[in-house]
């Protein structure tokens, strides 16, 4: 009986707050300097008799308490106008946008659920030891990030580590039909020399191509598919196709923060923003290599 009125009771105050809610936007408008006609009834050439017109059609030629139940009875039927942006029914654009921000909450509230609970049972089951500090203190952390910049985070992890773990694979599958790809295709001592200098060229350069692959288009699965191959260290592989993900996730997930809007209309001119920060890596990488050649020439 007690969890029944426990119920009852939160039920009539959440009604309550809501019809003070309601209540407080009504009067709010009503006191503001000023109204939706005044605004309307701008316009150049604006006669009285429009201005007339307008007040009947809000309902403003009527008394406020009769505004106050004509405005509860729209609210009651869904009717929340129509938007002097578009044109459109508010309860139209509060559905298209809702029909996108509805399961972008659930997720995000489902993994905060089952995340904090862990995080609980990690910090109460190891209690007095540095795993509940750094459970906690990162608990605080993304509690306290703002959420914008906290789905940026997610964003640059998902996508680093999909990619990272699709070129993984695409090595795996190299390293694993590469070498019966080669008996059977390059048999010949021309094709063996080409693949003799083609596996030169990965182990002298596969951090380089690792990395500068990554940004173009197809580059990163022949780049990927060649290491494995071509038997590039896997342990070296790894290192520099992290460091290729993570400046890939870096700057995909910034390119559309930052300049999304810009390139929406003209997405050739972000496929060129990639070939120049890929020619910038590559000429970077080239530049080191260069000077680290002239040092040890000289010395």
Known sequence: MRGA???IKRVAFAIVTVFVAITINFALFRLAPGSAVTNLARVPHATPQLHEELKRQFGLDKSKGEQYVIYLKQLAHGNLGVSFANQQPVSHNLWV??????????IG???SIV????TGVLAAWRRGTG???ASVTTALAFYSMPTQWLGLMLVILFAATGAFCGDN???WIGARYGTRINDRFFQSEKAKERVAWAQRQVQERGGELIVVARFIPGGRTVVTLSSGTLGYPWRRFVL????AATIWAVYAALLGYIGG??????PWKGLLLAFAIAFAVTGTVELVRWVRRRRSSSA
């Open 5 to 7: 009125d426990y119920f």
């Open 97 to 106: 946008a809702l029909k996108n921000t509805l399961p972008m909450v659930a």
């Open 109 to 111: 509230t489902f993994f």
């Open 115 to 118: 995340f904090g609970i862990l």
């Open 131 to 133: 795993t509940e500090s």
């Open 169 to 171: 694979t695409s090595y």
């Open 240 to 243: 520099f196709d992290a460091i």
């Open 261 to 266: 809007h810009a390139f929406e209309a003209q």
